[in-house]
């Protein structure tokens, strides 16, 4: 099953964070940035699996042998970098691996449908709707559904997607609410 | 009144770059105010903000009731708000759970098709054993329900609450699997379903084997790629369990692998084959050689491909997988997977390397290492890079930061994935694991793979270059340093391997002491620690050890000594300087030992200066404050006291006209100390094999008035006069002293055949006559017969003479490959003849390329038996500890492998028992309460014969007052007071009533017989007392 969804940019800035097991805030902060030092050290060309980081690595003298309950531990880290953001995914062995790199890759097609031609921006003003999406594909760690036409008539049937607001965007009228920039 | 919404507060967020920190703060002080207020809709936008600032870490437990108050707001807008802050920042321990289970069941019931979706998402991350009880009854008629959206959620949720309550299969699972087995479902429920059967599947297979048609079915039915790699995962832990499905399987899954595009599909084919076992199964069989060939043959070419590092990656994973079972099959693409040794993505050479690990064997074995080797020396040192991430870590948590570059984030994400290419450094960790991997390789089997020993010893010269700086700066959280300083660093590993070889391999023992000086000179210290954070420098201890026990073979001891004796040694680590400490004395013998030439003056003056210097570095760590290191100074510091003493008070010959002796104390005393027996390496389970001596009782005390005699003796430290004398001792000068000392190693000259016989290992500093050393020696072997940590000088031949038998080894008198001797400590053969041979050795070195032969000493063990099943006992261990500790994200599923699903009349049986049982229970209950309520009117009742009783010698008012009672009750006309009186006495017992019942209640809790009330919490009390004195 699936352990967590994450969404951060190149920052490590969290754009979302979803637990499938109920953890510590604290703990939560610790992993994301576990997982971000690991992922950021990566160049491009470099495959989309990472090593576990070490708050979820299995203790050491265990590493040899395979019990059966190794199948309920986090095994896997996989990821995808698009444009600013980076999205993790962490599941255990009953995952796919090559599956969970097209889940993420859905995601990011439904959202891109749902905010049309989508950037970092929309998603950090609407998070609301990240989780919404998101609760459309996986419940409780369980993926529901892969179909993305059925992902985003879910998350429409909920009501209307708003847009970033207006002046976010890149036109010039943004630089007066933003004096600090 | 002005409020922000989350628009406001992101803006803002981005607009106060630098001081983040203080805006968050007081953003959070908004919310606290505007969380409290009545209007809903600002309710639900404070907690939006405290949801968004909970992403950054800023903890939002304390406003879990007012998540509650949003929860429940008619508007789905707000609901909404308020379901997601509950996923969000609910916890185990959240206290208003209980009040949330009744909104969950409202909403569940809800007839707005949209607000269901909403419980059903939520459930999963608070569910908890006693709210999952109560849901069941709400959730199960949803799986019915007429959206199938709906329907795919309830059945993920259902599974959650299994997980945390078990029992919610059996009245769930044969809805579930009606649903599966209902060919008219809606395709997306149908996969949700397989997803949530292959993750319940691995617990029991055994239960979902009656689906297996139907799920042959849907495989082959094909459509849905994402549906059929679970349906292969399932049957890859179904065909264990029935044989016959492998060769259903094997022709859809052959044909997938050669037509479908898919390349997860693909992928998981093949691994499903591997993992299900049906490439053992189908072994010999036609179609199964040929799928063997097909997924390897697939496998390659994934390794192969360009461009696509995850193929890679995950060839590589299956490839591992197989190993265990076909390593010929594996090792046929040696070629590819070496490679990816040199992968410049550090996942995939992780997992390459993990795989060469089990493929290794003598012929390869230098190639591989040599190639990882190229790979440390050529990457150089990655402690710096990454420092300002970091950084971050020390924060408590992430700081919401205004963005950099608001110009990226406008960039579409949807374009192919981008990303910097800039080549990494290897993480310490990644170093770190290469090091073991290589000692691993290379000490496996007791060093069966290595063929040049000369060769190893320069690996591990090399490994010490490259070995990671100690304390892993990385530094996630302060624990996890002091974790890392407990553990034995790298550098450790390779010193003990240098050591290991030192000791077993006589053959190579001159390059092994030339590696050890090499390492320990000072002028070379750049060379080989060249990172500040020290990270080699455990291998020093293992080679200050090897230069001393083997001084004689050092090129120059002289050199090694000086560094030794350097200043910056004193620096060190107490741990490495207790090797140090050890080492000089050993290194200084070597040097001034010598016996055969004259004792002059230039002699005389090496020794005293050499003397002098070992005095000066000892003398500042007699205060060192690792009282290891400060004992050891002190020892030797007087030691060479002594030996100063000795050596400039012995007459040397003037003008070479007479043969002088050497002071003894050098040439004999002080060797005798360090030239003991030779050190061999001893089984690990050696010790277990020593037999209890039967008239050993650990019980008796060994001397009986060991209290009185402790006590005495502190008295008599107070009366006696020792501390003036310690004092002398200590104070004055080394030559006061001498001459007690001065008497014994002249004495030692009587004695000279002694002396001059080969054999150090009785280190007599007394001498005795034939007849009286052998009758000690006798007795003394009688006495350590039964001692596993005696070896016997008689037994042990040839181990007297390290230097000797090094030469003739080397010189090779002993080239019989066959006939490698080695140690075997056997207790019954302790009276065979002194000089007899050791038994020969059972490993035969492949003997290929052999231009040296060299002999690799096993360990010693007694009968040696044990040895497996210390090691099966080692092993098992950590699985059973395993068990103990859980992975963080892990969600538990254990639970559900006690319960069984299948239809047979097993599973009737069970749960009949279980119906029986809790109806039974139920029964025990109800009689339980009975009992309670039975005793509680009888306790009432006597409360209210002791109130009538209570009143004392005014019996007659009793009397009147019953007369009056009933005149009351019968007349109804009573005086005012007398009733007041009256009501006093009944407000009374009603009091009393009262506390008889809260009593009850408290029965009524504690299921048990009433009479475990009262025992029940002394007991706990008493456990926490004893809890408390446990940690202390």
């Not at chain 2, 080797?373 to 150089?380: D, E, P, S």
Request: with cysteine; proline share 6%.
């Amino acid at each position: 099953m699936i352990n967590a969804v994450l969404v951060f940019n190149n920052n490590g800035q969290p754009r979302l964070t979803k637990f499938y097991t109920q953890l510590d805030t604290s703990v939560q902060q610790r992993l994301l940035s576990e997982i971000f030092t690991l992922v950021a050290a990566r160049p491009s060309s470099s495959c989309n699996f990472l090593p576990l980081p070490p708050l979820l690595a299995p203790p050491q003298t265990s590493s040899t042998t395979t019990s059966p309950e190794s199948n309920d531990a986090p095994s896997l880290v996989t990821y995808r970098h698009y444009a600013t953001l980076y999205f993790i995914v962490i599941s255990t062995s009953t995952e796919s691996p090559l599956a969970l790199l097209d889940l993420i890759q859905v995601y990011v097609e439904a959202l891109d449908r749902l905010f049309e031609n989508v950037c970092e921006l929309d998603l950090i003003f609407n998070f609301e709707t990240l989780h919404a999406v998101l609760a459309e594909m996986i419940v409780g760690g369980v993926v529901i559904e892969t179909g993305l036409d059925k992902v985003v008539e879910g998350v429409r049937a909920q009501g209307r997607v708003a847009k970033r607001p207006i002046n976010e965007s890149r036109g010039g009228l943004s630089q007066g609410i933003w004096a600090g920039r | 009144m002005f409020e922000k919404d989350i628009y406001q507060l992101i803006r803002g967020l981005r607009a106060h770059k630098g001081n983040e920190r203080e805006y968050i703060q007081g953003s959070l002080r908004e919310c606290r105010k505007e969380i409290r207020s009545q209007d809903m809709d600002q309710k639900a936008t404070a907690l939006m903000k405290l949801v968004y600032l909970e992403m950054f870490g800023h903890d939002m437990s304390w406003a879990s009731f007012n998540v509650l108050e949003v929860m429940s707001s008619p508007k789905y807008i707000q609901k909404r708000v308020g379901y997601l802050a509950a996923v969000q920042s609910f916890r185990p321990d959240t206290e208003v759970l209980m009040l949330a289970e009744n909104l969950l069941k409202k909403d569940l019931n809800s007839p707005d098709k949209i607000t269901i979706g909403l419980p059903l998402g939520t459930i999963p991350h608070v569910i908890n054993a006693s709210m999952a009880n109560s849901l069941l009854t709400d959730l199960i008629p949803r799986l019915s329900h007429s959206l199938p959206a709906i329907r795919k959620k309830t059945i993920v949720t259902l599974y959650r609450l299994a997980l945390v309550y078990p029992e919610t299969l059996r009245p769930a699972w044969p809805k579930i699997k009606d649903r599966l087995l209902d060919e008219n479902e809606d395709p997306s429920v149908t996969a949700a379903i397989v997803n949530v059967v292959c993750e319940l599947g691995w617990r029991r297979p055994q239960d979902f084997l009656p689906l297996a048609p139907r799920l042959f079915e849907l495989l082959t039915q094909g459509g849905n790629n994402w549906m059929a790699i679970k349906i292969i995962k399932l049957f890859s832990t179904l065909t264990p369990l029935e044989p016959r499905l492998v060769k259903k399987l094997l022709p859809p899954l052959t044909s997938i692998i050669k037509t479908t595009p898919a390349m997860s599909l693909l992928y998981e084919c093949i691994n499903g084959i591997i993992q299900g076992g049906i490439m053992d199964a189908a072994e010999g069989t036609m179609e199964g050689d040929e799928v063997a060939r097909l997924c390897l043959s697939k496998l390659r070419a994934m390794l192969v491909v360009e461009g696509d590092p995850n193929l890679r990656y995950v060839a590589l994973l299956a490839f591992t997988k197989i190993t265990s079972s076909h390593a010929d099959l594996v090792s046929q693409h040696q070629d590819v997977i070496l490679e990816c040794i040199d992968d410049a993505d550090i996942s995939i050479r992780t997992r390459a390397l993990d795989l060469v690990v089990g493929m290794i064997n003598a012929n390869n074995l230098q190639a591989v290492v040599e190639r990882l080797l190229k790979q440390l020396r050529n990457a150089g040192q990655a402690s710096d890079a990454p420092a300002p991430v970091q950084d971050r870590d020390r924060h408590e948590g992430i700081v919401a930061m205004a963005d950099e570059d608001d110009e990226d984030m406008q960039a579409s994400i949807r374009p192919k994935e981008q990303k910097s290419t800039q080549a990494p450094p290897l993480p310490d960790d990644y170093r770190t694991s290469v090091i073991e991997r290589i000692l691993d390789m290379c000490s496996s089997q007791t060093y069966a793979n290595v063929n040049d020993f000369e060769w190893y010893i320069g690996v591990l010269t090399d490994l010490v270059k490259q070995c990671p700086a100690v304390p892993s700066t990385g530094g996630f959280g302060s624990h996890q340093v002091s974790v890392a300083m407990d553990r034995p660093s790298v550098a450790d590993a390779v010193g003990a391997e240098l050591l290991n070889i030192a000791v077993r391999v006589k053959a190579v023992r001159p390059e092994a002491a030339m590696a050890a000086q090499n390492l320990l000179l000072y002028e070379q210290r750049e060379e080989f620690f060249p990172s500040a954070g020290g990270g080699g420098q455990g291998v020093l201890a293992a080679a200050a050890f090897i230069a001393g026990e083997y001084a004689s073979m050092l090129p120059d001891p002289e050199a090694v000594l000086t560094s030794l004796l350097h200043s910056s040694s004193a620096q060190l680590q107490a741990s490495l300087l207790i090797s140090y400490l050890q080492a000089i004395p050993k290194v200084f013998t070597a040097l001034t030992s010598d016996q055969s030439t004259a004792w002059t003056l230039t002699r005389q003056t090496t020794a005293t200066l050499l003397i002098a210097r070992i005095v000066h570095f000892l003398e500042p760590l007699t205060l060192h404050p690792n009282l290891d290191v400060q004992e050891r100074a002190v020892e030797y510091l007087d030691l060479m006291r002594l030996a100063s003493e000795a050596a400039s008070s012995q007459q040397t010959d003037a003008e070479g006209e007479s043969y002088a002796e050497p002071p003894l104390l050098l040439t004999q005393a002080i060797p005798s100390l360090f030239s003991g027996m030779e050190l061999n390496p001893v089984a690990s389970s050696a010790l277990r094999n020593v037999p209890q001596p039967e008239e050993l009782d650990l019980d008796v005390p060994i001397n009986s008035s060991l209290q009185m005699l402790l006590q005495q003796a502190d008295s008599d430290t107070e009366l006696d006069d020792t501390p003036t004398e310690v004092y002398k001792y200590y104070h004055e000068k080394a030559s006061a002293a001498t001459t007690t000392y001065q008497r014994p190693a002249a004495d030692l000259l009587d004695a000279p055949e002694v002396n001059r016989s080969p054999s150090y290992q009785v280190a007599e500093t007394e001498p005795l006559d034939r007849e009286a050393k052998e009758r000690l020696k006798l007795e003394r072997r009688e006495r350590y017969k039964d001692d596993p940590y005696y070896i016997d000088s008689e037994r042990a031949s040839g181990a007297s003479t390290p230097m000797h038998n090094i030469l003739r080894n080397a010189n090779g008198e002993e080239l019989d490959v066959d006939a490698i001797p080695v140690m075997e400590l056997k207790l019954d053969r302790l009276d065979l003849p002194a000089d007899r041979e050791r038994p020969a050795s059972q490993r035969v070195p492949p003997a290929k390329k052999a231009k040296r032969h060299f002999e690799i000493a096993g360990d010693e063990t007694l009968g040696g038996e044990d040895l497996q099943t210390l090691s099966a006992s080692l092993s098992r261990h950590p699985a059973g500890s395993r068990g103990g500790k859980k992975s963080l994200l892990e969600v538990d599923s254990s639970g559900l492998s006690a319960l069984s699903l299948s239809d047979d009349a097993a599973r009737n049986g069970q749960s009949r028992v279980d119906v029986e049982r809790r109806q039974h229970e139920e029964e025990e209950m109800s009689k339980a309460i009975k009992e309670v309520e039975r005793l509680r009117l009888e306790m009432q009742r006597a409360q209210e014969r002791i109130l009538t009783r209570d009143i004392p010698e005014e019996g007659t008012m009793v009397k009147r007052k019953k007369k009056k009672k009933i005149k009351v009750e019968a007349g109804g006309d009573a005086a005012a007071a007398e009733l007041g009186e009256d009501g006093g006495a009944v407000g009374k017992k009603k009091k009393k009533k009262k506390g008889e019942e809260g009593d009850a209640v408290v029965t009524d809790t504690i299921p048990a017989a009433d009479d475990g009330e009262a025992d029940v919490p002394v007991k706990t009390k008493r456990k926490k007392k004893r809890h408390v004195a446990f940690n202390e």
